[in-house]
């Protein structure tokens, strides 16, 4: 026999009133000052899930409610069926099984981010069909003329020139293949967009000191190309979303921002990742061809040090940048020649 | 005292008696668990979480009550993720995509802001009277998207009353029990409050020019630039910027909220609202540090402390004991619309 005492709510008007409870085998007695006993069979009253630190809610088959702080009672009488409010409950009530959780939460998270997404994006980004891929980048260039390029400035001769020199430079070259592709943007770049487009800006071209370093620019981005490298990036980072998505939803407003700092990071992880990478395709390809990657590092050099003459004390930006510290990369080329 | 037979006017208390271990361990098992059922959980997840801070939110000494079930939510859920992956995706095949999205979820709005507003209402008590929300799409079209397109073609200067209208519309279809709420709110305050909001950015603006043109004419004078210093300088405005951003978000949500809360009458009873900007920028400031700090394990701690600022800053005044208040059936209804603003943010607060 348990009793406990509660606040029943008609739903008519906003007032409490004290009632006693009382079970009786299957009949559960209820009292009040205010109102006459009666029983109620107990499988007709439902109880809420249990939440640790909330008030057990009771409601009875007339819409009434009842409000109790008697949790082992309610606990006894009404055990929760549903399996996952039991576990969240139990979970809940005890520091070291929340810790634990967040323990394991946390190093779930770490394997998503550095294993999961990365080789579950591998494969996927290979099935996607090259039509969709090529698509991509024709929408990608297209917007960027729009944006931050403007038609190359380089003669119709020197364009053929460089053109016959990737021509052979690709000759026997596995599938994909690429298509070079020449673009004035102020600085200095070299990009691979899905599907195979390379693009080697004026500047670029006008960097680099010889052929070999033309060459290594466009081993590296090839490298870029062969990787899949745009569409895995994409992948992933639309995978990150979803996860920030997942963990931060309770985020809003100002702290979005706290939120969202992380997920920049993670980018550029992913970013320096896939440079790496091309590096060490573009340091195999020039071997191949009899070049040494030895070019590759003398233009890294000369670039980063025309970049730190023109602002010396950027340590933010090379922080965030996506390329890995450039002093490492010219090492490894260095290594490699 | 008690002249011409007028009762006195009482004040009902709002309170938040929440705890941050709890709550924190309500919040880290909904975190891990939602994990290992690869987000299923979440929905249940909230539910909880919501449960837990609805009933530590009190009024005269009894907690609310959240209803909703976790399937509505999951349901929910589900066709704001399509859409947000729709979204995420449609960026990378197609930019253009992106613009007809943000259209077409423009034009969803409305709907939005009623299914949101219904659910919501539908799903929150207080001593087992439910709330109700009675608006209609069509009218919130008009003064979502009407007041919206009339605030963009005047420049901003219909703003602050389309702002009024919408917090009018939404205040006044909610009902508690058979009680309908009623909105006294006039475009006066909200003119002030943007006025003032954009007297501070201007404010800042020319600060900034001024402080960067000292900067500037500094390292001249110096002939070239300090090495290292310069660095750390640069970010002086740039700090500036995001303290005047969370200063000026602080003041208008400080304002608008007070002058909307302000403004809701339930039967004889008005809401008295008290919150401060300066209290506000001191919230907002130290949540950030907190979470950066902690790797967002703050974020629980975070949300208690705001629930309770909020409530401790919000009363009932008036003459009726809020108990005469009548009850009305509960009527079944999906959480999609308040999945989707939850997840895209969509700004349908009061």
């Given at each position: 026999m348990t009793a406990f005492e509660g606040m029943l709510f008609?739903?008519?008007?906003a007032t409490g009133l004290p009632v006693q409870l009382e079970a009786r085998g299957d009949e559960v007695l209820i009292a009040g000052a205010a109102l006459p006993p009666r029983s109620i069979n107990r499988d007709q009253i439902t109880a809420d899930a249990p939440i640790p630190g909330v008030p057990r809610l009771l409601r009875l088959p007339g819409g009434e409610l009842i409000e109790t702080d008697a949790h082992d009672a309610v606990a006894a009488l009404w055990p929760p069926k549903d399996i996952l409010a039991r576990a969240a409950f139990a979970m809940e009530s005890r520091w070291w099984a929340a810790l634990t959780g967040l323990a394991v939460t946390a190093l779930s998270v770490w394997l998503i981010v550095a294993f999961v997404l990365p080789f579950a994006a591998e494969p996927v980004s290979k099935r996607i069909s090259p039509g969709v891929e090529a698509y991509m980048g024709k929408q990608t260039l297209a917007l960027l003329d729009r944006t931050i390029f403007s038609p190359s400035a380089l003669s119709e001769e020197e364009t053929d020139d460089y053109q016959e020199k990737y021509a052979q430079f690709v000759d026997g070259e596995d599938e994909p293949s690429t298509r070079l592709e020449f673009r004035a943007a102020g600085t200095p770049n070299a990009l691979a967009l899905p599907g195979g487009i390379i693009i080697v800006t004026d500047e670029m071209v006008h960097a680099t000191a010889n052929d070999a370093e033309f060459l290594a620019v466009v081993a590296h981005e090839i490298g870029h190309v062969r990787g899949h490298h745009a569409m895995r990036l994409v992948l992933q980072d639309s995978g990150l979303a979803v996860l920030m998505t997942a963990l931060a939803g309770d985020a809003v407003g100002t702290t979005l921002l706290a939120a969202a700092l992380p997920a920049v990071l993670l980018k550029t992880r992913y970013s320096r990742q896939f440079e790496s990478e091309a590096d060490d395709y573009a340091f195999a390809m020039l071997k191949r061809h009899g070049e040494s990657p030895k070019a590759f590092a003398d233009l890294m050099r000369r670039l980063s040090l025309e970049h730190h003459a023109d602002d010396e004390s950027d340590t933010l930006h090379r922080y965030l940048s996506t390329h890995p510290a450039t002093e490492e990369r010219i090492r490894r080329a260095e290594r490699e020649q | 005292m008690n002249d011409r037979g007028t009762m006195p006017l009482t004040t009902y208390r709002f309170d938040f008696t929440g705890r941050n271990g709890e709550y924190f361990r309500i919040w880290i098992v909904s975190l891990f668990l939602s994990i290992a059922t690869l987000g299923i959980y979440s929905a249940w997840g909230k539910v909880r979480k919501k449960r837990y801070l609805y009933s530590h939110t009190e009024l005269d000494g009894t907690g609310f009550e959240f209803r909703a079930t976790p399937l509505a939510i999951l349901r929910g859920r589900v066709i704001a993720l399509v859409l947000l992956g729709g979204f995420a995706l449609s960026s990378h095949v197609l930019p253009i995509m992106q613009l007809v999205f943000i259209l077409i979820l423009l034009a969803l709005t409305p709907w939005i802001v009623v299914a949101a507003s219904r659910f919501n209402a539908r799903n929150s008590a207080w001593r087992n009277i439910t709330f109700g929300f009675d608006g209609r799409v069509g009218e919130a079209a008009r003064v979502f998207l009407g007041f919206g397109a009339l605030a963009v073609i005047s420049l901003g200067f219909v703003y602050p009353y389309a702002r009024m209208r919408r917090a009018r519309y939404i205040i006044e279809h909610h009902r508690f029990g058979e009680t309908r709420i009623r909105a006294d709110l006039l475009p006066g305050g909200f003119y002030l409050a943007y006025l003032l909001a954009t007297l501070m950015i201007v404010g800042t603006m020319i600060l900034l020019v001024a402080v960067t043109t000292a900067m500037v004419l500094v390292s001249g004078a110096a002939g070239k630039q300090p090495s290292g210093g310069s660095g750390a300088l640069a970010l002086v405005p740039i700090a500036m910027v995001y303290i005047i951003y969370i200063a000026v978000f602080a003041f208008l949500r400080a304002q608008i909220g007070n002058l909307t809360l302000n403004g809701v009458v339930v039967g004889p009873l008005r809401c008295r609202s008290t919150l401060r900007a300066r209290d506000l920028v001191w919230l907002y400031m130290s949540n950030i540090v907190a979470i950066l700090a902690t790797v967002g394990l703050a974020t629980a701690w975070v949300t208690i402390r705001m629930a309770r600022y909020r409530a401790r800053n919000l009363y009932l005044v008036g003459?009726?004991?809020?108990?005469d208040y009548a009850g009305a059936a509960a009527v079944h209804i999906g959480a999609t619309g308040s999945e989707v603003s939850d997840l895209f943010d969509v700004d349908i607060s009061l």
């Open positions: 008609d739903g008519v008007r | 003459e009726a004991a809020p108990e």
